[in-house]
């Protein structure tokens, strides 16, 4: 039996006057974070007994059974060392590809307000309750460039195709904010908005995608994930032809868990090429 959920999504509360949205701030202690939310409620529907149906092809994300080796995933030294490198063999593995880089992760294990925490709040990163992708198409190029700092190195790399991908994994089984997603399939790009990322100790900028609400949008989740429930979640892919090119993602409340301890998740980013 399902255990689907009526719970919000907050998307980006557009003024259509077409100014671009706030800013994210990054600093080195506090993000910033003071971009409008409007909330929709969406049926997120438990998909713990179809997860075979989903795939980064079909919708842009796809759910594996895979146990990590690495026994402690809130190690630094040991995400980088050790879970890197499997992060990077699961990916050949799944998607065929030729080449796999990683560039960066997210531990998350605060609280969901951490956003309003006035002081050194990228203590307490916790899971982000909003409407998202990780990369617009022209912030997946800035990040490939940035990777590639020769332009003719980055030119070739862009002459096949390449994407994205987050894999996705809980820390401890996950109760409250479970991370639900969207088929791609079902989020047009009108409804997409691309929003800057700024980096305000180097003026480093990157490039999201925030969400405008649509009831039209299908949302999934699946139901107390466990460590060793991975999902990859497709941020981007060259290929102009695919069905599903991003999965907008989001955190949302389940009423029956508030209240029973934060999340904790790691993400690992990765660029990958065919």
Known sequence: MGHDLATTINYYNDPGDGSPPTPVYVGSTQVTNERPTIPLTHIITDISEQTDGFTLDSHGFQYLNHASSVDQLLDEHKIRNNYYPECEKLLKHVTGAIRVIRFGHQVRRGPAHWHSISQHNTNSRGPLHRAHVDQSYDGAVIRLREQFPDPGEASREMTRRWQIINVWR?????????????????????????????????????????????????????????????????????????????????????????????????????????
């Open 170 to 274: 809980p820390i401890s089984t996950v109760l409250t904010s479970p991370l639900a997603l969207a088929d791609a399939t079902t989020v047009p790009d009108a409804d997409l908005v691309p929003a800057s990322i700024i980096h305000t100790s180097t003026g480093r900028r990157q490039e999201s995608w925030t969400a405008r609400p649509n009831p039209a949008h299908r949302w999934y989740y699946k139901y107390r994930r466990r460590p060793d429930e991975v999902v990859l979640i497709k941020c981007f892919d060259s290929d102009e032809t695919a069905a599903a090119r991003r999965a907008v993602h989001c955190a949302v409340e389940d009423p029956d868990t508030q209240g029973q301890g934060n999340r904790e998740s790691v993400e690992v980013r990765c660029l990958v090429f065919y």
